[in-house]
């Protein structure tokens, strides 16, 4: 099997990625392998499903430039496609006088990367909005919306299928070597000289790769001989949800003021569109990469991660932080307490534990979270053949598109497509 590009991951942004590529290449041929029997099936798979409108991020970052165009181009894409979403906006509620200037500056930040219908409201347009919420004053994002991302996903594998892509899933990529020349070959070398196998030993034959790898990147980018840095440590968010007679307490996207203090968004309610309601996440270091249950364990993942010298510069760092966390991870009126602060009537009796993800937070050496998305090659024989998406979270789901048409525009200079 010989092709030109191969996309490793077959998450959402390598999805976008490789229908993208073969959008605009339809002579060239284009794998896309995946470990799983399944599309979609981690990060993408386990996510909250808002369409994000790119309020938080730096000003002139990749995440606050490329969320705002994500997001318009995911509404259109939805459009097309006849793929159901809610614009149903997202409000981000201060509920103590000292989050007040955060949440002002909150706005200036988004007016700056020209998000859309943003203002601020007072306890009165709160609740009219949202009727059984509570605040001093809140951030209104009516371009907030919500969306199956998974279905999403398998609408961009059709477009990618139609287009003559090939998806080869159970296919794990353990190693990536240049293939020996033979003497019959021509002097211009092989035409497909990356060989990648799988842990089957099956192997494909490709001249360039494009890794959206998520959970692993920061390992597919050791094997391909490039930096293992940033490191991926994995963090579980557990959700609760909302039974299903108490959903009507909300209609949109609730949100704290994020504290700059703290590495995560904090406890927030999100409708879905199944009509259920998660509330949540919280944040919790996960022992194994794909460990979505409380006692799911890796002796390898959990050493990886608590031999790095950068998880501990950030657990020191954030240690009562991290201590409440745990705390609350264990003990659901410990959640429910943060929920009341935003919607009074929420009791323990009205929620049930819901389902995890876990996030691939990138990492540096110095313990900082990477708050970019990050990508980046190697040099080398195989290195600078590859593009590897290092650091792609939140809200690279909303983003897919527009990162999408990046990687298209990095690939076609790097590797002269």
């Not at 190693?175 to 070959?185: F, I, P, R, T, V």
């Not at 196998?197 to 890794?211: D, M």
């Not at 590859?386 to 939140?394: D, E, G, K």
């Not at 809200?395 to 590797?415: G, N, Q, V, W, Y």
Request: hydrophobic fraction near 35%.
């Amino acid at each position: 099997s010989t092709y030109d590009v191969a996309v490793v991951g077959a998450g959402i942004v390598g999805l976008a990625s490789a229908r993208e590529l073969v959008r605009r290449h339809p002579s060239l041929a284009f794998a896309v392998l995946e470990k799983e029997k399944e599309l979609a099936h981690h990060q993408s798979g386990h996510n909250s499903g808002v369409i994000h409108s790119g309020i938080y991020y730096t000003p002139g970052s990749l995440k606050a430039r490329l969320c705002v165009q994500g997001a318009a181009l995911c509404y259109e894409y939805c459009d097309q496609k006849g793929i159901p979403y809610k614009q149903c906006g997202k409000l981000i509620v201060a509920v103590e006088q000292d989050e007040i200037p955060r949440l002002k500056a909150l706005y200036e930040r988004g007016l700056q990367n020209n998000v859309r219908g943003l203002k601020l409201i007072g306890p009165k347009e709160i609740q009219a909005k949202e009727p059984f919420c509570r605040g001093l004053m809140a951030l209104d994002s009516p371009y907030t919306g919500i969306v199956n991302y998974k279905q999403v996903a398998q609408s961009y594998a059709e477009d990618f299928q139609e287009a003559g892509g090939t998806i080869l899933t159970d296919f794990e990529v353990t190693n990536m070597e240049m293939a020996k020349e033979s003497s019959s070959e021509s002097e211009d070398g092989l035409k497909y000289p990356v060989i990648v196998r799988n842990s089957k030993g099956e192997e494909i034959y490709c001249r360039h790769i494009v890794t959206c790898a998520g959970l692993y990147s920061d390992r597919l980018s050791e094997i391909s001989g490039c930096s293992p840095e940033p490191r991926i440590v994995p963090f579980r968010g557990d959700y609760l949800v909302l039974k299903p007679e108490k959903c009507y307490m909300v209609k949109g996207n609730i949100y704290p003021v994020p504290n700059p203090r703290f590495p995560f968004l904090g406890f927030h309610f999100t409708p879905r569109m199944d009509g259920s309601v998660w509330l949540g996440p919280n944040a919790v270091l996960a022992f194994k990469r794909e460990g979505y249950r409380l006692f799911d364990f890796s002796t390898g993942d959990f050493l990886d991660a608590v031999m790095y010298s950068g998880l501990w510069k950030l657990v020191l760092r954030n240690l009562s932080y991290g201590l409440s966390e745990i705390y609350r991870a264990c003990f659901l009126s410990a959640q429910v307490k943060q929920l009341q602060k935003f919607i009074p009537e929420v009791t323990v009796s009205d929620v049930l534990r819901g389902p995890s993800g876990v996030r691939a937070q990138a990492l540096d050496s110095d313990g900082n979270l990477v708050d970019d998305f990050v990508f980046d090659g190697g040099s080398g024989d195989i290195g600078s053949r590859i593009l590897h998406v290092r650091n792609a979270p939140s809200p690279a789901a909303t983003s897919s598109l527009a990162i999408a048409k990046m990687i298209a525009d990095e690939a076609k200079r790097r590797f002269e497509l």
